[in-house]
């Protein structure tokens, strides 16, 4: 243990050099004195120069591997006393308070407090780095937020519209499940504003925005499409259960009593809808629905629309 425990000793390195020389070259030795003294003298001419090549290029190959050996070691004692060089260097202001009279340091221990410290700096770098990924997953996750969501009503916007209505169309084409669409418009919108003014407006369109996510289903996904018109997503859902959303909605909204309602010169806010729902193979599903909002709104206020689902 006293050899191990200080690895820079100028005796321990002679000694594994002298060890491993020993170990390398002593068969070589062994060998050719065998073959000289044993082997050769019951051998013919013939035997022995057929035998000749054999052991001259086993022989060189042994004294090649021992040297290359040899040599491979000398580096590593040479890194190893470099390692420990090192090791004593840094560790003379770790253990500036030993007293000077001590003769020697253990370097197990020495090393083991570098690596400790060395582990703490670590740690500590990997949680700040844990906390930046953090934040910056939270910042992403916002970005992508504000990528398909509406500025002023938190609903979905027209961009993520197309997108998932192509999801759904796909998902209902795939397993065959129901799929509905309502397209909204609030009647009189533009009269609002003049009225009362944009301010007024934005006030209105985030409040209906809010009725429309608290009357309808978990699973279907309300979209500011554009200005005063909206849409809803029914995944899994016939046209009779979507035209029950869209008069739902249409009541909650005629039935609220918005800011502002005693200077308009009807005493309500309505929306009109059109809903349809999608069979496969069917195109422009968005334009069918759009169609039935208009017809809708030229027929008067607060009404829906539908046309059955074509098999």
Known sequence: ?????????????????????????????????????????????????????????????????????????????????????????????????????????????????????????????????????????????????????????????????????????GRSERYGHDLALIMIDIDGFKQYNDILGHQAGDVLLTKISQLFRDNIRKTDIPFRYGGDEFAVILPECTIKGAESV???LSEVVSGYAFDGMEKLPSDKVTISCGVTSYSKGMEDFAREADRLLYAAKNAGRGLVRSSPKIN
């Open 1 to 169: 243990m006293q050899i191990f425990g200080s690895l820079a000793r100028e005796k321990f390195r002679k000694f594994i050099f002298i060890f491993f020389a020993l170990s390398s070259l002593l068969p070589i030795l062994i060998m050719i004195f065998i073959g000289i003294n044993y082997v050769l003298p019951n051998l013919t001419p013939d035997q022995i120069d057929k035998l000749r090549p054999v052991l001259s290029y086993g022989l060189l190959i042994m004294f090649l591997f021992s040297s290359l050996s040899f040599f491979l070691l000398s580096q590593w004692m040479g890194s190893l006393e470099n390692l420990t060089e090192e090791i004593k260097s840094k560790s003379v202001g770790i253990l500036e308070g030993v007293k000077d009279s001590e003769e020697e340091i253990n370097e197990i221990t020495t090393i083991r407090n570098i690596v400790e410290g060395l582990h703490a700096e670590l740690q500590e770098k990997m949680n700040q780095l844990n906390g930046y990924s953090k934040k910056l997953i939270t910042s992403n996750i916002k970005l992508s937020e504000l990528s398909v969501t509406d500025d002023l009503t938190g609903l979905y916007n027209r961009r993520h519209f197309d997108l998932r209505l192509d999801e759904e169309i």
């Open 246 to 248: 869209a008069n739902t």
